[in-house]
Nanobody, 129 residues
């Protein structure tokens, strides 16, 4: 089973930036996902979709709350064995972006990301006002 590990979280002031990373391990040789995405969960709230990227086409989806501030991307390096790595550049951060951020593989159907796989530990993002 593919394992995903999130990193890059931290404490930042409102208006600041962070870059999250998600790396896959324990994956089958030459494995590539259909899509990957980010979710987040703030204290006392349900998990919510943040962004997703179609792996072959690099088409992206964003939640309205992060459009124009967050940018999702994938590794573009060319190697014999595909590197499964995804990033979330978060700019103009707001206190309401405070949450644990998770990455998952999945598929995009009708412009909606459907997550698959196992939720990892996530990475904490805290934005102070």
């Amino acid at each position: 089973q593919v394992q995903l590990v999130e990193s890059g979280g931290g404490l930042v002031q409102a208006g600041g930036s962070l870059r999250l990373s998600c790396a896959a391990s324990n994956r089958p040789f030459m494995y590539e996902p259909s899509a990957m995405g980010w979710f987040r969960q703030a204290p006392g709230k349900e998990r919510e979709f943040v962004a997703a990227i179609n792996w072959p086409t690099r088409d992206t989806l964003y939640a309205d709350s992060v459009k124009g501030r967050f940018t999702i991307s994938r590794d573009n390096s060319k190697s014999a064995i595909p590197k499964i790595a995804m990033y979330l550049q978060m700019d103009s951060l707001k206190p309401e972006d405070t949450a644990v951020y998770y990455c998952l593989t999945g598929i995009i159907l009708n412009e909606k990301f459907h997550e698959q796989g196992t939720w990892g530990q996530g990475t904490q993002v805290t934005v102070s006002s």
